[in-house]
């Protein structure tokens, strides 16, 4: 499986835009680029997902690199139950169904 | 729409009892997964059922794990005997098709202790 990677932590003031990074250099062309994240003592949530354009939907936005390298996953005013570990998963396009989950970036936001 | 229902949220039990951990997927949803969460080990996929069918059951850690699905509203993942090592938070996640793209809901997690 092509590989992801996160800072492991980053920290964001309350209702600051906030980036959250991960870089992806082996994907593949059929690879789809999946954000989950995880509040505490709860199962971890579908954020958002893209294969190359960027998107948006209620709860963030994916900025993806044009040579899809890498890719941001954007939180436009962090709240505090925005805190929360955020894994960046890549699926293959080619029938696969696997989630295949690192170790992500825990985001801590400050009041 | 209640979400995927795990139960019980909590289970304490000793070494060598059997463990039932139950779930409930969302409704219309064909693909069913079981996964584990530990500190060392993170989040694991344990099998994947599709239409009530086990499809990979490779993550299974040994002989003792064994997961069912009777029907489309109902799976179960069995531990016996039950072990130390076994304590972990267990995931049941269901999607509307099991495609990679397809998103997982998942449920709140049965959080297992094994003294």
């Known amino acids: 499986d092509a590989k992801t990677t996160q800072p492991n932590s980053m920290e964001s003031n309350e209702e600051e835009p906030v980036h959250l990074p991960c870089n992806h250099s082996t994907i593949s062309g059929t690879d789809y680029i999946h954000w989950y994240r995880q509040l505490p003592s709860q199962g971890p949530e579908y954020v958002i997902h893209?294969?190359?354009s960027n998107v948006n939907n209620r709860m963030a936005s994916l900025a993806i690199a044009e040579d899809r390298k890498s890719s941001t996953l954007i939180l436009h005013r962090a709240t505090l139950r925005d805190a929360a570990v955020y894994y960046c998963i890549l699926y293959s396009g080619a029938g696969s169904y696997q989630l295949t989950f690192g170790k992500g970036t825990k985001l801590s936001v400050i009041p | 729409d209640a979400g995927v229902i795990q139960s019980p949220r909590h289970e304490v039990t000793e070494m060598g009892q059997e463990v039932t951990l139950r779930c409930k997927p969302i409704s219309g949803h064909n693909s069913l997964f079981w996964y584990r969460q530990t500190m060392m080990r993170g989040l694991e996929l344990l099998i994947y059922?599709?239409?009530?069918?086990?499809?990979?059951d490779s993550g299974m850690p040994e002989d003792r794990f064994s997961a069912k699905m009777p029907n489309a509203s109902f799976s179960t993942l069995k531990i016996q005997p039950s072990e130390p090592r076994d304590s972990a938070v267990y995931f049941c996640a269901s999607s509307q098709r099991g495609r990679g793209v397809d998103e997982q809901f998942f449920g709140p997690g049965t959080r297992l202790t094994v003294l």
């Open positions: 893209g294969l190359t």
């Open positions: 059922f599709n239409n009530n069918v086990p499809i990979d």
